[in-house]
């Protein structure tokens, strides 16, 4: 526990700098986390049998994060995704010359790895955009919502957890460590609301129930991920938290959701 919340403390201050310290920076650092947790994802299933594409998926990832981030950066116009075509045709083809008895497979679980471990990242990093310039706020905010979301969960369910949530995934989760989880997330989007009131009270309340939800079903994923091969951590990156993948899970599923709906009540 010691060891956890040391890294914790170190991991809150890092993420909270990145944030906080202008577009650049902030771009960087989510480019390097993207293809980190990338990484992370072909190591954890390069299983006997199963050799996903780890250059061509990890090449893919890269462009397509950078594009996006001089996108909105204003370096590049939209057409400058089209760069990232021939990288589609290149996995298919780099196939073709690897040993391999299930091909396919593979390639399906190299594209699996963007969309599961790089894509979500785009969609959080695009949170920083959506005012056409960048503003720290809700990357901030996200952030703030989903660590409340794990504390209450955490603390509650293990304070009055009996009823399990999803025991075939994960046997600790209880209903009432969701419900608390639900709670204190929606009590920081109420304080979050009185210093950015650029966001309704009822739209920082639906955020926050986003977060909350697909957030835990983000975690039983890569629960069920884990499970289908066989590891307790996605990685040993972070001391007593596991990998990259262990500490964003509620992220992946949560960051794509928060994204639309910002866009559609825009």
């Known amino acids: 526990m010691k060891t956890r919340v040391i890294t914790g403390f170190f991991f809150v201050l890092v993420m909270l700098a990145s944030v906080l310290s202008g577009a650049y920076a902030f771009s960087i650092f989510f480019i390097v986390l993207a293809i980190l947790s990338l990484i992370e994802f072909y190591r954890l299933i390069d299983k006997e049998g199963v050799k996903p594409d780890r250059l061509g998926g990890t090449l893919l990832g890269i462009v397509l994060f950078i594009i996006v981030a001089l996108l909105d950066l204003n370096f590049v116009t939209p057409s400058a995704l089209l760069y990232s075509v021939p990288l589609l045709a290149f996995i298919y083809i780099r196939e073709l010359y690897r040993k391999n008895e299930r091909p396919f497979y593979n390639i399906a679980l190299t594209f699996l790895g963007v969309i599961y471990a790089v894509i979500p990242f785009l969609f ?8 056409g310039h960048y503003e720290y ?23 009055f957890g009996k ?42 309340c639906v955020i926050a129930v986003i977060i909350s939800v697909f957030g835990t079903w983000g975690d039983l994923t890569e629960s069920m991920l884990k499970r289908s091969f066989q590891v307790k951590d996605s990685g040993s990156l972070l001391p007593g938290h596991g990998g990259l993948l262990d500490r964003f899970d509620g992220l992946l599923l949560a960051a794509p959701l928060v994204y639309c709906f910002l866009k559609l009540v825009a």
């Open 163 to 204: 009823t399990k949530l999803f025991e075939r995934h994960s046997p600790k989760k209880t209903w009432e460590g969701f419900i608390g989880g639900v709670a204190l997330s929606v009590g920081v989007s109420l304080i979050l609301h009185y210093y950015y009131a650029n966001l309704a009270r009822w739209e920082w």
């Open 137 to 159: 706020y809700l990357p901030m905010s996200f952030l703030f919502m989903l660590w409340a979301n794990d504390t209450g969960a955490y603390l509650v369910g293990m304070k």
């Open 124 to 131: 959080f990093f695009r949170l920083g955009f959506l005012g």
